[in-house]
């Protein structure tokens, strides 16, 4: 059986990392790991590494600056040890970190195929671990693949910002993306975001009401 490290089963993909090791030897250009607690009960997912972000540094949303809001956030909610994730104390506490799509995709584009695939092969491993109770869907892309993961019906979990969607014992809660295209325009502002984390930890900690 191969290991999520070694895993070349998307042909696209697999070329694209090979190039990037040419382009880039001191970069990890491999399939991306979670990263974080072990037994977290909240998971973070986004959709796929970005190219110099994630796949430079080996770290789920680690590096460029999509990923600066994410530790920001887990950091406002005492689930970092610190916001920036690049410093050793980057630890996380009862969060965990991880991609639908464990590869960079040329464009920050994965296939449906591909999604599909890694899904299969690897996400939904993920997502039967049983201390996982909340799942953060960073993107609408992320919450599909969540929501097909789980075996839930699309038409019944529609993607939108704040959206809490019960899928058996898990919730699943969305954010928009804090890619640039949305935090610089105005789509997705701070408070938007870290409401979305604050509402994460209210479920953990067994709260109903709204944050
Ligand atoms: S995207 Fe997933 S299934 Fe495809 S090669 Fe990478 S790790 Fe393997």
Redesign the pocket.
Known sequence: MDT?PS????PR??AFLAQARVDHPDWHNL?VQAYGDPAAPLLVVGLAPGFRGANRTARPFCGDRSGGWVYQALHACGLAESPDPMLAGGTLTGARITNA???VPPANR?TSA?TR??RE??LTTELRDPTIRVIISLGGLSHQAVVDTLGFPRKDHTFSHAAEHQLGSLVLLDSYHPSPHNTNTGRLNWDQFLGVFRRGVALVQGAGASA
């Not at 895993?7 to 998307?10: G, I, Y």
């Open positions: 999520l895993c070349t089963a998307c993909l697999a399939p799509v464990k590869c994965p591909e695939g890694c092969r690897w």
